[in-house]
C-alpha cells in the first residue's frame, strides 16, 4: 500500500485475477476520497470516490472500501486487465468539502500481466 | 469538448528564465488547480481558483504566480525558473465545489537546467 517515501509501491498481477490496492490516510478530519488512475504520459483520471459517511462504494468493476478506524482506504479490481496497468493514487479532502485541500498519496504500480 | 487543453507539452529552461504555462477548459467550470508531480510522488497542490478573479495558494506556492481573469483561462507563472521546479505539472478543472471530481490536463514536462 501507499506510504511516505521515495519508492513507489507496486501490485503484479495476471490477467483476470482480481487486485487490491491499499492506501493509509493522514487526517482524521477528512471526510471525502478519491482514487486516481494514472497511466503512462498522462493527466490522472477519476476512478470513484467515497464519504465518510459510508464504508463501501462500487462502480463498474471497481469497490473501494473504507475504514475509518484505521484510517485505511482500498480500491479493488475485479477481473483485471491489461489496461488496468497504471499508476493509482488515492487521494484525502482534508476536513470539509472546501476546494482546493485534496491531498494525494504517493501511488501504487499496478502491473497486469497477460 | 476538448477538456482541459496545456501548452506547452515539453519546455526546457535556464535557470533565471521566465515562463508561462497555459491551461484551458471548455466545460465552463468555475474551479481551477495546478498541481506539480516529482518521481516517485503524489500530486502537490501549487495554487487554485474558485472561479474568475479569485485565486488562492496551495501546498507548494513560492516560486509561481497565477492569475484568473476568465473562467477558461488559468495560466501559470514561474518568475525565475530553479532547478527545483524540474517537474511535471498539471492543471485540473472541476464542476463542482462540493464534488471535486476534477478533470485533469495531459501535463507539461518542465526541465530547469
Known amino acids: 500500500g501507499e506510504s511516505v517515501g521515495l519508492h513507489l509501491p507496486t501490485l503484479s498481477v495476471q490477467e483476470g485475477d482480481n487486485s487490491i490496492i491499499n492506501c493509509a490516510y493522514s487526517?482524521?478530519?477528512?471526510?471525502?476520497f478519491i482514487w486516481y488512475k494514472q497511466e503512462s504520459g498522462k493527466g490522472p483520471q477519476f476512478i470513484i470516490d467515497?464519504?465518510?459517511?459510508?464504508d463501501k462504494r462500487q462502480g463498474q468493476r471497481v469497490t473501494v472500501l473504507l475504514n475509518k478506524t484505521v484510517k485505511h482506504l482500498s480500491l479493488q479490481i475485479a477481473a483485471t486487465q491489461p489496461g488496468d496497468s497504471a499508476v493509482y493514487f488515492c487521494?484525502?479532502?482534508?476536513?470539509?468539502?472546501?476546494?482546493?485541500?485534496?491531498?494525494f498519496g504517493q501511488g501504487t504500480i499496478l502491473t497486469v500481466h497477460p | 469538448n476538448a477538456g482541459v487543453t496545456q501548452t506547452p507539452k515539453f519546455q526546457v529552461l535556464k535557470t533565471g528564465q521566465s515562463m508561462t504555462l497555459q491551461c484551458a477548459q471548455d466545460?465552463?467550470?468555475?474551479?481551477m488547480s495546478w498541481y506539480r508531480q516529482d518521481p516517485g510522488m503524489g500530486l502537490r497542490l501549487i495554487h487554485y481558483?474558485?472561479?474568475?478573479?479569485?485565486?488562492d495558494q496551495g501546498e507548494v506556492p513560492n516560486g509561481y504566480n497565477v492569475s484568473r481573469s476568465t473562467t477558461e483561462d488559468f495560466p501559470l507563472r514561474l518568475l525565475s525558473a530553479a532547478p527545483s521546479q524540474t517537474s511535471v505539472y498539471f492543471c485540473?478543472?472541476?464542476?463542482?465545489?462540493?464534488?471535486?471530481?476534477?478533470?485533469f490536463g495531459p501535463g507539461t514536462r518542465l526541465l530547469v537546467l
Open positions: 487526517n482524521s478530519a477528512s471526510d471525502y
Open positions: 481558483s474558485v472561479g474568475a478573479g479569485i485565486t
Open positions: 485540473a478543472s472541476s464542476p463542482d465545489r462540493v464534488q471535486e471530481t476534477q478533470y
Open positions: 487521494a484525502e479532502n482534508a476536513g470539509g468539502t472546501s476546494y482546493g485541500k485534496l491531498t
Open positions: 467515497i464519504r465518510s459517511n459510508m
Open positions: 466545460m465552463n467550470h468555475e474551479y
